[in-house]
């Protein structure tokens, strides 16, 4: 979603083709955004994505198209692993700053991106410790001499 689609007051506009007013029950808004109705619910509780309306005799959830555009720039920034206090900042920076330069949002990509790097760098040597461990297993020996079993525990004669 480009940023230049947000309004200042964090919503975001509706495509042109006249969907504007349309409104979407909680299970069309999940099929459009690929987000379960449950997430939604908790996107909504936390304040990522304004509260719906509720209307008809069960006072059921509507929500506007626009939040569909808000609902999928959320959850592509999660699916790139931003966590949601950095959503919000997000969803602040492209609301707030239309015309601005994107050089607060850079640094945030670049500060998460040095947090993959750091994960990447803990799972290698995870790894690395797991496949010693793997190679060093007597396969035929009994479970209480296992050595994979031994370095779990912290023993000392691991092998």
Do not use: W
Request: proline share 2%; hydrophobic share 40%; aromatic share 4%.
């Amino acid at each position: 979603m480009a940023a230049r689609g947000m309004i200042a007051n964090g919503s975001v506009n509706a495509g042109q083709n006249g969907e504007a007013d349309a409104t979407l029950s909680i299970g069309e808004l999940a099929a459009r955004t690929g987000v379960t109705a449950e997430t939604i619910r908790y996107y909504e509780r936390e304040g990522v994505i304004p509260p719906a309306t509720r209307r008809g005799a069960g006072q059921y959830r509507r929500y506007a198209v626009a939040d569909a555009e808000r609902l999928r720039f959320v959850r592509r920034a999660r699916d790139l692993g931003f966590s949601l206090e950095e959503v919000r900042e997000l969803l602040d920076l492209a609301a707030g700053r239309r015309g601005g330069p994107c050089a607060e949002v850079n640094r945030m990509a670049r500060t998460h991106l040095a947090q993959v790097d750091a994960k990447l760098a803990q799972l290698a040597a995870l790894r690395i410790e797991l496949d010693r461990l793997v190679a060093s297993c007597e396969r035929d020996d009994a479970v209480t001499d296992c050595s994979l079993l031994s370095a779990l525990s912290g023993s000392s004669d691991a092998r």
